[in-house]
């Protein structure tokens, strides 16, 4: 409806409109002379407000919740168990408690054991608590000397007492256990004072081995308090009930031992910890650090290459290169010649042979020196701690240092292969778990902290960007198009999930070998395979992608390639239980032997030893009292 009518030479026009929607504002004059001719004074205030209100809405800015990111687990300053003094005063006595079946009178009918009680009230023994509250509760139940026979100590006493000095050989400190055994000589005109000497005696061996039992079982180290990156249900071994077995064993000293891991993996590591020792180290070859030589450049430090080459190549390597080796010069020269002899090291080292000689070749040339290699096998010793005693006969063992993942059946390796891992900002995590069931075609469901560290900033900036990727985006459970959300109000919490179907683009590729666990970490295909040609395979947000997953699949699952095959080419997302579940150990080892017993030495990746060395030495401060 358009009213025009003059005021002074001016023609004014105002529109209205009765739709509800509010049109463009006419001139102020003309709505100025409308308000005068048909609104009152108040209707005109209220409509003052309102535009205003309009008008700073209209203007005001979107809220924008800022991106806080999702980071991974932080490492800790280590908070070492705790020492206790071993309360003697608690434990029961038989005359008390009628806990006499297991006393051994004299001849003339005394009890060597009560007879020697009276030192009990004077005795300082140190423990961790676990093994202070289990000799207590062991000489309550027995109240009989275990190491001790009439007026002297008992080979078998000697016999643990070595096994305890020798710690060292099983990676453990022998300064822990220490325990001064009592000379057989004695004055019998000091009677009362040997036993109580040998009541002393039988309280500090029973203490060690339970301080033993428990390190040798679980480790020194709870990996838990090192940082989140370690998720292991620290063992708990019932000591009243083991230092009772040794009371009983025929051999206590071989008893004792059986604490440490057992297999052939501890086997190896014991038996290099030996030969590291007894080795004489000779010269190394330095090279320099940040040395990148490649074919055709040149560069000083040639000649420590073929030096440290000439050191530590295979004869057959040297006697294929001799002519090679016997006329270079020391020419800083990169030739096609001494390519080749690369090479041929190289693919001995086990690393991708494209005569580049970088950091892992590097790493190859110069090896570790024995005091370095005798840290990390101490430290896989302890890490070796942390899993089963006995490792089962049938599991899947990753170690992320090596970058390999490796099938064993009845004990022996069946099929081991390059992996990639997390990046050193997405860690994978160590931890053990059980093989359930294996995907194909399978979905991605995308990490919340990928959506949020990830896409979110390209979101903010395009919201179509995951429509147009192909990926389902839900809000509680329910579709909806990326492009319909507000991502600029999207944060931690959010409660949107993000999945990316099958396909040959899926970020999982054909398949995913699952084992439920808190960190959604599993082994999976993936389309970017060039990656495993590399030496170095930290790559990826934390799972563990497979070179051959078919061939893994077809192991975990008891059945063949063409069977693995044939679910994948039907196409449909397909979820294939395991026959029967099994290990597999997500572990973190810069030391670990092959199936032929010879341990190989891996670089630190993501700086772990460091830490775990931190962790032993606050262990040894609280231990020591330093």
Request: charged share 25%; hydrophobic share 40%.
């Amino acid at each position: 409806m358009i009213f025009r009518m003059r005021a002074g030479v001016a023609m004014i026009a105002v529109a209205v409109t009765f739709t509800g929607v509010v049109a463009p504002t006419p001139p102020v004059q003309a709505q100025g002379l409308f308000d005068v001719l048909f609104k009152s004074p108040a209707q005109r205030q209220r409509e003052k407000l309102a535009r205003q209100q309009a008008k700073q809405k209209a203007v005001a800015p979107v809220a924008v919740k800022p991106v806080a990111k999702i980071s991974g687990p932080s490492y800790r300053t280590y908070r070492a168990d705790k020492i206790v003094q071993v309360d003697f005063s608690k434990m029961a006595d038989p005359v008390v408690t009628g806990a006499i079946g297991d006393m051994m009178l004299s001849p003339l009918g005394l009890d060597p054991f009560a007879e020697g009680r009276t030192a009990l009230a004077d005795l300082s023994i140190k423990a961790l608590p676990e093994a202070a509250e289990a000799v207590v509760a062991h000489y309550s139940d027995h109240p009989a000397y275990m190491w001790v026979s009439g007026t002297a100590v008992t080979d078998n006493a000697r016999a643990v007492v070595a096994v305890l000095n020798n710690a060292e050989a099983v990676g453990l400190s022998a300064a822990d256990y220490k325990v001064e055994l009592l000379d057989d000589a004695f004055d019998v005109a000091l009677g009362a004072e040997r036993q109580r000497q040998l009541m002393a005696f039988e309280m500090e061996l029973s203490t060690a081995v339970a301080n033993y039992i428990l390190d040798a079982t679980r480790g020194r180290v709870d990996p838990n308090r090192i940082s989140g990156y370690h998720d292991f249900k620290r063992k708990s071994p019932d000591l009243t009930t083991r230092l009772e077995a040794l009371s009983k064993a025929a051999d206590p000293a071989e008893a004792l031992l059986a604490h440490n891991p057992q297999g052939a993996h501890f086997e190896a590591l014991k038996a290099e910890l030996k030969r590291l020792h007894d080795l004489d180290e000779g010269d190394r070859i330095e090279i320099s650090e940040d040395l990148l030589l490649k074919p055709g450049q040149s560069n000083p430090e040639l000649a420590n290459v073929m030096a440290a080459i000439a050191n530590k190549a295979s004869d057959a390597l040297k006697v294929d290169h001799a002519l090679v080796l016997a006329s270079y010069a020391g020419k800083p020269g990169y030739d096609n010649e001494i390519v080749d002899l690369v090479k041929g090291f190289q693919k001995q080292a086990g690393l991708k042979p494209d005569g580049v000689v970088g950091p892992a070749t590097r790493r190859a040339l110069v090896g570790i020196s024995n005091a370095d290699k005798i840290e990390k096998v101490r430290l896989a010793m302890e890490r070796a701690r942390w899993l089963p005693g006995v490792l089962a006969s049938r599991r899947v063992f990753i170690n992320q240092p090596a970058y390999t993942a490796t099938y064993y059946n009845g004990g022996k390796s069946e099929l081991s292969m390059r992996v990639v891992v997390g990046k050193k900002s997405n860690q994978t995590n160590f931890f053990d778990d059980e093989i359930e069931l294996v995907e194909f075609n399978p979905y991605w469901g995308v990490p919340q902290s990928i959506i949020i560290n990830e896409m979110l900033p390209k979101l903010r900036r395009d919201a179509s960007y995951l429509d147009r990727l192909g990926y389902e985006v839900t809000v509680g459970g329910r579709a909806v198009s990326s492009s319909a959300i507000n991502w600029n109000g999207v944060g931690r919490g959010s409660g949107i999930g993000v999945r990316q179907p099958p396909s040959n683009a899926n970020a999982l590729g054909q398949l995913k070998i699952l084992f439920p666990n808190s960190h959604a970490i599993y082994m999976h295909d993936t389309p970017s395979k060039s990656l495993f040609d590399r030496d170095t395979r930290a790559f990826s947000h934390g799972c563990i992608r497979l070179q051959d997953p078919r061939a893994m699949a077809a192991k975990v699952l008891g059945t063949s390639i063409d069977q693995v095959g044939s679910y994948i080419a039907a196409g449909q997302n397909k979820q294939v239980q395991v026959p029967e579940k099994f290990p597999v150990h997500v572990a973190y080892f810069t030391a670990w032997p092959d199936d032929a017993g010879t341990v190989h030495y891996y670089a630190d990746v993501y700086g772990r030893d460091g830490y775990l060395r931190k962790a032993i030495d606050a262990t040894e401060k609280v231990r020591t009292g330093v």
